[in-house]
């Protein structure tokens, strides 16, 4: 009898030593919980539907992204199959990590316990937070990365320990595998680093075996660059001409603002405090750094979400701040009840936690409110009814329900391909249609341009066309074509996609095929 009870008195006493380890990780559970409590509402977004396409053919590099997310996207679907779970857990999990890690880099910015819960709460209370870990998309790892990887240099500054410094290298390294974003934080860094205490580093080979850390676990990925004509360059310059144009430095400012509501009341007195307070003045560097970064975006036209990971670090910095210069215990406990408020009355905007019929409303309402409806622009800078991550998770079931219909109808003694204007459309294909046991799509958007086949072996005499409108060539090739169906949802970016069944051919398809081919 004497065993059990003893067991218990180890407990309580395990529990009583690590309260507050305990509380934080309760605290980021509850932001993992937040994710999966809302994830059905809406469907696959356009993007996942993409990088679990790329999770078919894990390589060493895609079109668009790094390898990392085509490989983790292989193992979600062989733990979870085809599921929209598959796609949402490990971004919620992640969630989670970060919200424990900005708390410790709370604490390493010598902040107290208290200083960690606002940290941890602040940095759930994001749009962007919310936003970023609830899709199955490079941005939600990034975020880790940029994090991880800020902690790592504090410990280091604060321990001195080599150690912290080769796990730079390794996250570093690892990062770049799932965004080359993480760049930027690596020249801020090499540039204010000489001005740090820290300069001699530049004289140490430790310092250069972290460089060759990280250069080794990019380098497979570098060489298949390279062999595919470093297709990183046409990305960045399709973004460039279709999106990156339209980002003014007025736009980017404003938005680093908006996407961060109401935790922007942490982050802007965060930046202050690391900048001018002498209570973390050894920390400066570390600001300095964080401005480094979004000047280069400024100067550069990056998208609004590419600074998404500092704003951790500007977070557990406002909580330090926090704690340090509000110390009256009703003022605290008011402005955190003000910052859940806003959070609560926000949350639509950050995850879908509404039906999109509601979520439309819930815009309306707030455009009528705040007369300002920046949340609902498209990178086309066209205002809609949904934001555009929404309406882009809407929409892909029905396409590939009327996509099964057209094959079905098909003849079962022709040859038949599928064809999707573009990656979402090809994806949902891919990924939704197996339950159809639809064959992949070929399309020459994204990563799948490495997929179509040059030739075929046989004589193509179906073709399941999938666009907005038909296209003239094929319009001129087929004597019989029949639009099957087409996306009826008006909140969906794919509203009027159409499927249409292509027929007797009225000349060689495999020929028409090779002559575009040859075009692309």
């Known amino acids: 009898m004497m ?51 790329l999770g ?8 668009s992204v790094p390898p990392l997310i085509g490989f983790l996207a292989a193992i979600l679907t062989k733990l979870f199959g085809y599921t929209l779970f598959a796609a949402k857990i490990l971004p919620a999990l992640m969630g989670g990590v970060v919200v424990y890690l900005c708390a410790m880099l709370a604490k390493e910015l010598n902040g107290g316990f208290f200083s960690q819960i606002v940290a941890a709460v602040g940095i759930i209370c994001s749009i962007l937070f919310l936003r970023a870990f609830s899709l199955f998309q490079p941005v939600f790892l990034d975020i880790f990365f940029w994090t991880l990887a800020i902690y790592l240099l504090l410990r280091y500054h604060n321990s001195n320990l080599r150690k912290y410094l080769y796990l730079f290298g390794l996250t570093i390294g690892i990062g770049i595998l799932n965004k080359y974003n993480l760049l930027f934080l690596v020249i801020a860094v090499l540039g204010i680093l000489p001005f740090t205490r820290h300069r001699k580093l530049f004289l140490d080979k430790d310092f250069y075996l972290t460089v060759l850390l990280a250069i080794i676990i990019v380098l497979p990925n570098v060489i298949w660059q390279i062999a595919h004509q470093l297709p990183v360059l046409s990305h960045l310059s399709q973004l460039q001409n279709s999106q990156l144009t339209k980002m003014s430095s007025a736009t980017f400012l404003m938005e680093q603002l908006l996407m961060n509501y109401p935790a922007t009341l942490l982050i802007l007195p965060g930046l202050l405090f690391l900048l001018f307070n ?5 920390y400066k560097w570390v600001g300095y750094i964080l401005v480094v970064v979004l000047l280069l975006y400024l100067i550069l036209q990056g998208k609004s979400y590419y600074s998404a990971g500092i704003y951790p670090m500007l977070v557990a910095a406002g909580a330090v701040f926090f704690e340090g210069y509000i110390r009256n215990y009703i003022v605290r406990s008011v402005t955190m009840m003000v910052l859940l408020l ?12 509404k039906s999109a019929e509601k979520l439309v409303a819930y815009f309306d309402s707030m455009a009528k409110v705040t007369h300002n409806d920046a949340v609902r622009r498209y990178e086309n800078n066209k205002h809609h009814p949904l934001p555009q991550d929404y309406a882009d998770m809407l929409g892909w079931d029905e396409l590939a329900e009327i996509t099964s219909k057209a094959w079905q109808q098909a003849e079962p003694n022709g040859q038949c391909i599928i064809y999707a204007e573009n ?27 490495y997929r179509f086949p040059k030739t075929f072996d046989h004589e193509i005499t179906q073709f399941i066309y999938i666009n907005n409108e038909l296209g003239k060539d094929i319009e001129a090739l087929f004597q019989d074509i029949q639009e099957v169906g087409r996306v009826s949802n008006p909140l969906a970016r794919e509203f009027g996609t159409r499927v249409y069944l292509c027929r007797k051919p009225l000349s060689s398809f495999n ?6 081919i040859s075009k692309e």
């Open 423 to 449: 990656y979402g459309q090809a994806g949902a294909i891919t990924i939704l249609g197996k339950k159809y046991h639809l064959p992949e799509a070929i399309s020459f958007s994204d990563n799948f341009m």
């Open 3 to 53: 065993q059990p009870i003893f067991r218990v008195e180890r407990l309580k006493t395990y529990l009583r030593e690590n309260q507050n380890g305990l509380t934080i990780l309760l605290i980021a559970g509850l932001g993992v919980l937040i994710h999966l409590l809302f994830y059905q509402n809406l469907g696959f977004h356009r993007d996942e539907l993409l990088y679990f396409s």
């Open 278 to 282: 002498k209570r973390v003045s050894e």
């Open 511 to 516: 020929k028409f095929w090779e002559s575009r």
């Open 56 to 63: 078919e053919h894990p390589d060493f590099g895609y079109f």
């Open 342 to 353: 806003l959070t609560w009355s926000a949350l639509p905007m950050g995850i879908a936690s």
